[in-house]
């Protein structure tokens, strides 16, 4: 991956994933893409356009999709199965459950459009649900890449793996995190951006970006925080998480999803049961999402790099 990791992207991890399965395809022929009546959206298209003839366009029809993205998994095919989060993740839970969860069969299912940052579709389309629903599936991988680079990883990482898989997208272009050149990514493993010792942060998805400058900022003011990216948040990286609250002795966690079944309480469950710390969660507070723009609405639910860095001044203060 060398070179051109060094330059920086901007660019919305859905776009990063539609080339990424595209690339992909080219080497394996056993990789098929199923898409609910929104390819331009999900960027399912570009893989369309490469691949007519292994592309299949379902419809409205979520829960079929997954059936027959199980169907093709069982007959020895790998499908990407993508629509909204809300529809791939919310609508068709059942058949997740029992057609792909159950038998656990190879199935990719991709969830695009997650989160607040979905921005004017409003509540009924921002998802602050499909971590805690695809988390309670036994077996189900949980994959929230934060960036170009990493989403690229993620969607080889989950080819490559044998088994269900949910891969989490976003619609708001974000700048890369990930630009390093001895950047590796490991199913199951979080990465420590920044090393610190007077307390952790630990982020998934979009909200990876924004506490990195929260970090930098909260070190010019001399705290010394560490940030984990944690982009598997099932399997999850017990091992860093608790050797983080260990040395540190407490921790916020930020998401763009509902602190109710996402990473903040797969933190805490971690750590109460190994490494008992404090842990504060950041992320929407049990309420829907509603329409504005990406960017005033993360302002608004308190997502950004200045919340992130006061959470932390006054967690230390506890």
Known sequence: MGLIMAEMVKKATRESFGEAVTELAATDDRIVVLDA????????GIFKKAYPERFIDCGIAECNMIGVAAGLAACGKVPFAAS?????????FEQVRNSVGYPHLNVKIV??????SVGEDGASHQCLEDIALMRTIPGMVVLNP???YEMRAAVRAAAAYEGPVYLRLGRLAV??????DDYTFELGKGITLRDGNDI???ATGLMVGEAIKAVDALREQGISARLINIHTIKPLDKELICKAAQETGRIVTVEEH????????AVCAAVSEECPVPVVRMGVYDVFGHSG????LLKEFGLTAGNIAQTVKDALHK
């Open 175 to 180: 700048e890369s995190v990930n630009n390093n």
């Open 258 to 265: 509902n602190v109710i079944g996402g990473l903040g309480e």
């Open 111 to 116: 969830g695009s459009h997650a989160g607040i």
């Open 293 to 296: 723009p990406a960017l005033d």
């Open 84 to 92: 909204f989060a809300m529809f791939s993740a919310g609508r068709a």
């Open 200 to 202: 952790t942060v630990v």
């Open 37 to 44: 009546d929104l390819a331009a959206a999900t960027k399912t």
């Open 146 to 148: 934060s960036d170009h």
